[in-house]
């Protein structure tokens, strides 16, 4: 069987099973118990919404603001209206440090327009 039938064939078996499986007595598990996400969602405030991979390691508040710390010291720019609302880090073995990261920060007022930023460097 290809493979486009044969998800067919689980979507309209999920949505039987949904809509009859309870009147039967059936416990079948759905689509997303079958294949479990390698992400998790984060609700976050500012109405903020992100996933992140599982295996990545979230910072924690205190290494947050040390990241908020050395941006200032590097650019000059202060960060104190600066909020990080997440910062995850995926560290491989094979490097120093991380070998990504991801960072959701919220500014409550700009300081520096990009072009300001760009003439930094």
């Known amino acids: 069987m290809k493979a486009s039938k044969l998800i067919i064939a689980l979507l309209v078996f999920s949505t039987f099973t949904d809509l009859v499986g309870p009147w039967l007595g059936l416990n079948v598990l759905n689509a997303s118990e079958l294949n479990p996400s390698v992400f998790q969602s984060f609700n976050l405030k500012h109405g903020i919404t992100i996933k992140l991979p599982k295996h990545w390691r979230i910072l924690e508040s205190q290494l ?11 650019t000059g720019v202060g960060q104190g209206n ?5 910062a995850a880090n995926y560290e491989d073995g094979s ?9 959701v920060s919220v500014r409550t007022s700009q300081t520096k ?3 300001d930023v760009v003439a930094m460097s």
């Open 64 to 74: 947050m603001k040390q990241i908020d710390t050395n941006t200032e010291v590097l």
């Open 95 to 103: 490097t120093e440090g991380a070998a990504a990261t991801a960072r």
């Open 113 to 115: 327009t990009q072009t």
């Open 82 to 86: 600066n909020d990080i609302v997440i």
